[in-house]
């Protein structure tokens, strides 16, 4: 079919179809199934007053249909929609996935052949009392094509909905969260376009240690460019260059680029754009930016020695490095086995990252910490190494504190020390950790396996440089001294993990947490009174401390998960709020913490909550949001994903008057934030 042909078929399909009644389209209970099924499907069938919730389209063609983007393309139109709401409730503008490419007859159509959401947020307003009835309907045209047929549908589509305490569905919450996960992401910065001699060239800022292979970009504005026109994609450092024909759009050009199976909504401004410095695409430095970020993880995990994350595990770490002053191939062995402990970690939970994000789960780095039920067993572990340091008994083979010359044992520690490391975040991790997240999975692996090796960088120097060990006091009598000292800080961790798990699962789960603690050590303590008259510890001690770590678990999952709370001149931290406060023009200071990340806690206590950077703050009127993401919030997990971020710490700061958001440094100081605009 000629291409104006099939245009204007499609253009007088939609608008025959749109303007006759209802009565006059068909038989809703004779007519055959519709070419595209949508439903529309709630993430919680109880909202609650104030709030927003969202809506899905969730939208399924036949097989060789497909339904149009909100930008069709040269040809097709987009979904109409008609809403009946309740008093006060409002929709607002539908948010789409990135689509596919479709060219038929030289026309380029931006299409969903598998199926997609539209996600569509609802605002409920406040002062509704609970059990209030909120029926929600939705009149939707829209077209539906294959490659040689056009056919305009129309869909009745509601969902009840009552006032309640806005707890989202279970039943569908992974299946949302997956949804969710493909929208575009706001790019964060600013990109900037320029029309020369026919061509339109765009700069889109994107991180060099990923990857860029397969971008594409999909403009929102109507006419903007040539739909049907190649688009060459060039990596030239931090930022993407695409060049395609343009039509003179004079303004702003909305849009969003699809990069390595993620989407980035963006907004360009008219401005000057340089040719890319040099003519390789943007998957040619694939290899060179894994690389990159790998190096940086290592040297990430290697300068997290001194980030107060890993204060409570330098017991272990103490411990470690005097028992490396033994013979050289024990050292060597212990390295090697310390090593292999950390890196198995890093990668086993860098694998369960990439494994759970797959499935629709936003989550990010120390995902594991944000289940009160991982932090339980972490506080009995804790609590029993504290009293295996004290010398209140000894731990059974394997010996994993004590024994020298243990390559499994090393294993083990290296494998804690990884874990409780997991936190926070500190400088260069936080860049590759992000792009982790954008790269292939073996690159991505690679990235975790160097967080490791980093960690475990300066035990393996220690095994294999002679000169270093020389320079460590040799084993003696000191070293039961010291084990004994050592244990003050791994009590200091036990209580910060109470204080972690009574944030998250309430004072009533604390309490639990203690007492099921006390029980264990009473255990240890009796299994080290049997040790000290020359008998074993003990299987009836073993079972029942397996089974008071089991009832720990168990009990402590049924406390819900407290409300954080935030402090004076703060607020709880929404998009929503945030692009209100942005539109009144006020500059706004967002930073994301957690209870068990001791980082953000140090930042927080040295910097943020200071009386000087307070009352700069007011004097210049800026509005402090404060994310919690303590219990693992999904939404807040795709906000500092779209940043770029595996974690907490994130701090960003939005100027007055608009303006892209600008990244600050992981370490904090008074006067850099008493020095923001």
Same mark, same amino acid.
């Given at each position: ?66 339904? +149009? ?46 199926? +997609? ?88 800022? +994107? ?383 967002? +930073? ?86």
């Amino acid at each position: 079919m000629h291409a104006f042909g099939f245009a204007f078929v499609t253009m007088m399909l939609a608008m025959i179809a749109w303007a006759l009644p209802a009565s006059a389209q068909g038989d809703p209970v004779n007519d055959p199934p519709p070419h595209l099924k949508i439903v529309l499907v709630a993430e919680t069938g109880t909202p609650k007053a104030g709030t927003t919730i969202n809506l899905a389209l969730d939208s399924r063609p036949q097989p060789g249909w497909h339904g +149009y983007w909100q930008n069709p393309g040269d040809a097709g139109f987009p979904a109409k929609f008609q809403w009946t709401l309740p008093a006060g409730v409002t929709a607002g503008d539908p948010r789409y996935p990135a689509p596919q490419q479709l060219v038929v007859a030289g026309l380029m159509n931006y299409v969903f052949e598998h199926p +997609y959401a539209v996600i569509v947020p609802l605002t409920v307003p406040s002062g509704l009392a609970a059990g209030t009835r909120l029926p929600i309907k939705l009149h939707l045209q829209y077209l539906v094509c294959t490659k040689t047929l056009c056919v305009p549908e129309q869909a009745d589509l509601s969902t009840d909905l009552t006032v309640g305490d806005g707890r989202p569905d279970a039943a569908i919450a992974g299946q949302f969260a997956q949804w969710m996960r493909a929208l575009p992401q706001p790019l964060g910065s600013k990109a900037i376009w320029q029309a020369q001699g026919g061509a339109l060239r765009l700069a889109i800022p +994107y991180p060099a240690s990923a990857v860029g292979e397969g971008a594409y970009f999909y403009p929102i504005t109507a006419d903007a460019i040539d739909y049907a026109a190649p688009q060459q994609v060039a990596r030239d450092g931090d930022r993407l260059v695409v060049t395609t024909k343009g039509k003179g759009a004079p303004g702003p050009i909305e849009g969003v680029l699809s990069v390595g199976g993620h989407a980035l909504a963006l907004t360009a401004t008219p401005g000057v754009v340089s040719a890319p410095a040099a003519s390789a695409t943007a998957g040619d430095s694939g290899w060179s930016t894994a690389l990159i970020a790998f190096l940086s993880a290592v040297l990430g995990g290697l300068i997290h020695h001194v980030m107060p994350c890993d204060f409570p595990i330098l017991s272990l770490k103490a411990l470690s490095l005097a028992r490396a002053g033994g013979e050289e191939r024990a050292a060597r062995h212990e390295a090697l086995a310390y090593t292999g402990g950390a890196v198995a970690v890093c990668l086993a939970l860098g694998a369960a990252i990439l494994a759970l994000r797959a499935g629709g789960s936003a989550i990010g780095w120390a995902f594991q910490l944000q289940d009160p039920r991982v932090v339980m067993l972490l506080l009995l572990l804790t609590v029993a190494i504290a009293l295996n340091l004290a010398g209140a008994f000894e731990v059974p083979v394997p010996a994993f504190v004590n024994r020298t010359g243990s390559a499994g044992g090393a294993f083990v520690t290296g494998a804690l020390a990884a874990f409780v490391a997991t936190p926070c975040t500190g400088p260069f991790m936080a860049a590759s950790l992000g792009a982790a997240l954008v790269l292939p999975w073996p690159a991505a692996l690679a990235i975790f396996a160097g967080l490791g090796l980093g960690l475990a960088l300066p035990f393996l120097l220690l095994g294999y440089v002679p000169a270093l060990r020389k320079r460590l006091p040799k084993p003696g009598a000191w070293m039961d001294t010291l084990r004994r000292i050592l244990s003050i800080p791994m009590w200091l961790t036990a209580v910060a993990l109470a204080w972690v798990l009574g944030k998250q699962a309430g004072v009533d789960g604390m309490a639990l947490a203690l007492l099921v603690s006390l029980g264990a050590a009473i255990v240890l303590w009796a299994a080290g009174r049997r040790q000290a008259r020359g008998l074993g510890f003990g299987p009836v001690a073993l079972a029942v401390l397996v089974a008071i770590a089991v009832a720990g678990v168990w009990l402590v999952r049924d406390h819900p998960a407290q409300a954080a709370a935030v402090g004076a001149g703060e607020e709880k931290f929404s998009e929503a709020r945030l692009t209100a406060l942005r539109a009144q023009g006020r500059p706004v200071f967002a +930073y994301f913490t957690a209870d068990w990340c001791l980082t953000c806690k140090v930042n927080e206590r040295v910097a943020i909550d200071t009386d000087a950077v307070r009352a700069s703050f007011k004097a210049k009127n800026v509005a402090v949001l404060v994310g919690d993401w303590t219990n693992g919030d999904p939404a807040l997990g795709r906000f500092i994903e779209a940043h770029n971020r595996a974690g907490v710490p994130l701090y960003l700061y939005y100027p007055a008057g608009g303006g892209d958001a600008r990244v600050l440094p992981q370490v904090l100081t008074p006067s850099l934030l008493e020095e923001l605009p």
